[in-house]
T-cell receptor, first 114, second 111 residues
Framework: SQTIHQWPATLVQPVGSPLSLECTVE??????LYWYRQAAGRGLQLLFY??????ISSEVPQNLSASRPQDRQFILSSKKLLLSDSGFYLC?????????????FGPGTRLTVL | GQNIDQPTEMTATEGAIVQINCTYQ??????LFWYQQHAGEAPTFLSY????GLEEKGRFSSFLSRSKGYSYLLLKELQMKDSASYLC????????????FGGGTRLMVKP
C-alpha cells in the first residue's frame, strides 16, 4: 500500500530564516505531487504541482520554491521566511494516468514564523 | 473565476442527519471530491462524483447535479467523531490533475 510522509511535523522559525520541508511517498512510482498551504481556519491553497522529476508548476507567486530531486521526493523551500508564511503545509500525491486522480494527503507540517 | 461555495459552519445533534452543500461554476467541470479534516490533521478522502446522482458509502453519501453546479454530502446517524471540517474540491477540464478547494464547512456535533 502507498504511504506518504512529511517532516518535520512542527517547526518554529524566525522571520528571515530559511526553510526546507520534505515529503516522500512510498509504494508507488511516478506519482503526481502537490504542496498546499492552509492558513488557520481557511481552505487549502495549492502552491506547487509536479508530474515528474524536475517538473514543477507554481500556482501562486511568492517567496517559496519547490523541487523534485527524485521520483518520490518533493521539497518545499524558502530562502527568507515571512510572517505570512505561517500555516499548515500539506503534501499530497495522486496516481498518474488514472481517471479519478484522487489526491491523498500527508500528515502535514505546522509552521510558525515569529 | 472558479468559485466554490460552502457554508462556513453547521451544527447538528448526535444521531441526526446533516446535509452539507457545495456549489460551483459549471463551466469546465470534471469531477468533485469531498474530504474530511479533523482539527490539526490532514484531509482524508471521502467520496468522488463525476456523474449525476448519489454515491453511498456507509453513513456517508454524496450527490451531484452537474447542470445545477451543486453537490451535497449527507451524513447519517451522526456521531461525535464526525465533528470536523468537510472540504469540497472540484477538478476542472483545463487544469490537469489539480483541484480547487472550497473554504470548508466546520461541522459541530452536539450530544
Amino acid at each position: 500500500s502507498q504511504t506518504i510522509h512529511q517532516w518535520p511535523a512542527t517547526l518554529v522559525q524566525p522571520v528571515g530564516s530559511p526553510l526546507s520541508l520534505e515529503c516522500t511517498v512510498e509504494g508507488t512510482s511516478n506519482p503526481n505531487l502537490y504542496w498546499y498551504r492552509q492558513a488557520a481556519g481557511r481552505g487549502l491553497q495549492l502552491l506547487f504541482y509536479s508530474v515528474g522529476i524536475g517538473q514543477i508548476s507554481s500556482e501562486v507567486p511568492q517567496n517559496l520554491s519547490a523541487s523534485r530531486p527524485q521520483d518520490r521526493q518533493f521539497i518545499l523551500s524558502s530562502k527568507k521566511l515571512l510572517l505570512s508564511d505561517s500555516g499548515f503545509y500539506l503534501c499530497a500525491w495522486s496516481p498518474s494516468g488514472t481517471a479519478t486522480d484522487t489526491q491523498y494527503f500527508g500528515p502535514g507540517t505546522r509552521l510558525t514564523v515569529l | 473565476g472558479q468559485n466554490i461555495d460552502q457554508p462556513t459552519e453547521m451544527t447538528a445533534t448526535e444521531g441526526a442527519i446533516v446535509q452539507i452543500n457545495c456549489t460551483y461554476q459549471t463551466s469546465g467541470f470534471n469531477g468533485l471530491f469531498w474530504y474530511q479534516q479533523h482539527a490539526g490533521e490532514a484531509p482524508t478522502f471521502l467520496s468522488y462524483n463525476v456523474l449525476d446522482g448519489l454515491e453511498e458509502k456507509g453513513r456517508f453519501s454524496s450527490f451531484l447535479s452537474r447542470s445545477k453546479g451543486y453537490s451535497y454530502l449527507l451524513l447519517k446517524e451522526l456521531q461525535m467523531k464526525d465533528s470536523a471540517s468537510y472540504l469540497c474540491a472540484v477538478r476542472w477540464n483545463n487544469a490537469g490533475n489539480m483541484l480547487t478547494f472550497g473554504g470548508g464547512t466546520r461541522l459541530m456535533v452536539k450530544p
